[in-house]
């Protein structure tokens, strides 16, 4: 048998709901902040990323699915989100738009990792992109957008927050921060003492423990920040409590991009696991430029549905809520014999045109067998219409839950609404 490829997840139908139900609270959250809905292509030019996301990060280096096309170009199953949103917006003058310019998406995204939970090789996200505002209010309201989501859909997941500074404070602490992880390069894993040549700033993303206690002491970016930075970051926080929205400073948050400055936030969830960063985010106030577009600043996060799910479900299991389930039918009309099957079909298509959900008989089973299957599938009601049914114009209605029943007009159960 031919199964998925590995790291690849079936969404079953049984699952389905409650993933409609964070997509209807995200279209209804993003829409009361003014943000749109941009899509684009499931592949781009791997030098998109290559540039865009940079050539340092894990995702370039070692995550990126990429194909060749038949005339040689390089292209790659789209590995997050942002780049693709730049250059769009950049290709379509969006930049023209009145600013700010808030966007989002929700989509599949693909990586080349070892899956685990929390972790696939495909998965979705939950993106919002701001161009074109500096202002720390920017910031705070693109994290509000997440703060809110979160509340709406009943999980708990903590805030933190730091500050990267910009190009005129990031040298001073580019600095401060070789030396100090120089004088430990015997203790760092490989892969830091390789991050430390190419972008120390990322040594502090590093998940093993050991360099995580050498993290825990090492200068932070706040204590390095210019006058400017430091203003903007005081804003944030101060934003951050008008919205009463809480938040920790967690100095170890960073995106090791040169063109990410200034703001970086990650909301974490304690109810999932090990993969506990359900929404990470930053501004980016250099990329739209490195992308060969107009200096634009812009600040966004990418919310990631798998790790969202698993903290729903968490949750609802915890507190005894019920999940979001597939729709039932209000009614099951079961038919006996040849005319009252097209009574019945006529039937379950004026309800379900009238936006009631309705079933009947397509498969030629029992009597016996339909009524097991009107109760399986939870219908409210079912009504058998026979012979004597339709030439009486009457028929028996019963409640499957209560077990009551009624007397009906055939031609009344088209209007039946609950
Ligand atoms: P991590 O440190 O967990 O690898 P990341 O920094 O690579 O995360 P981002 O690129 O910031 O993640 O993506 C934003 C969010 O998308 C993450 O916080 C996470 O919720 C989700 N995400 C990222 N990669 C995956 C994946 N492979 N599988 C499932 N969700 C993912
Ligand atoms: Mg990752």
């Known amino acids: 048998m031919i199964q998925k490829p590995k790291g690849t997840l079936d969404i079953l139908p049984s699952e389905t709901p409650l993933w409609q139900t964070i997509e209807d609270a995200v279209r209804e959250v993003t829409s009361k902040y003014g943000f749109a809905e941009i899509k684009f292509p499931t592949f781009e030019q791997s030098a998109l990323f290559k540039r865009g996301v940079g050539g340092t990060t894990d995702i370039v280096q070692k995550e990126m699915f990429t194909m060749d096309d038949r005339d040689g170009n390089e292209l790659c199953l789209r590995p997050e989100g942002t780049a693709c949103v730049v250059r769009s917006v950049i290709e379509n003058g969006l930049y023209n738009e009145p600013m700010p310019l808030k966007l989002y998406y929700f989509t599949n995204f693909f990586r080349y990792e070892k899956p685990q939970a929390g972790r696939s ?32 859909l009943g999980v708990n997941a903590r805030l933190n927050i730091n500050s990267i500074g910009c190009p005129n404070c990031r040298p001073n602490y580019h600095k401060a921060l070789v030396e100090y992880f120089s004088s430990h390069e015997e203790e760092l894993c490989d892969t830091c003492k390789e991050r430390l040549k190419t972008n120390p700033l990322r040594i502090l993303d590093c998940k093993s423990p050991i360099c995580g206690a050498l993290c825990d002491n090492a200068p932070k970016t706040i204590e390095h920040l210019c006058p400017e930075c430091d203003e903007h970051f005081e804003e944030l926080k101060g934003a951050l409590e008008a919205m009463g929205i809480e938040y920790s400073i967690n100095p170890r948050i960073v995106r090791g991009l040169d063109y990410y400055t200034r703001t970086v936030f990650e909301f974490i969830s304690d109810d999932i696991g090990a993969q506990s960063t359900v929404c990470g985010g930053g501004r980016y106030d250099g990329l739209v430029k490195e992308l060969d577009g107009p200096d634009l600043c812009g600040i966004g996060f990418g919310l990631g549905i798998t790790r969202l799910v698993l903290a729903i479900k968490k949750n609802a299991q915890d507190k005894g809520i019920s999940l979001p389930e597939n729709e039932k039918p209000l009614i099951y009309i079961a038919p006996m014999g040849k005319e009252a099957e097209k009574c019945a079909i006529g039937l379950v298509h004026k309800l379900r045109c009238a936006g009631v959900a309705a079933e009947c008989d397509i498969t030629g089973r029992s009597l016996k067998a339909q ?48």
């Open 121 to 152: 090789r495909e998965f979705f996200q939950f993106g919002l992109e701001m161009f074109g505002t500096s202002k720390a209010s920017a910031d705070a309201t693109v994290i509000s957008v997440a703060d809110t989501l979160f509340k709406k």
């Open 371 to 418: 009524m097991k299957y009107a109760d399986k599938i939870g219908a409210k009601y079912a009504a058998v219409i026979g012979d004597n049914e339709l030439s009486e114009g009457k028929c028996e209605l019963k409640d499957l839950r209560l077990g009551e029943k009624k007397t009906v007009a055939i031609e009344e159960l088209a209007l039946i609404k609950e």
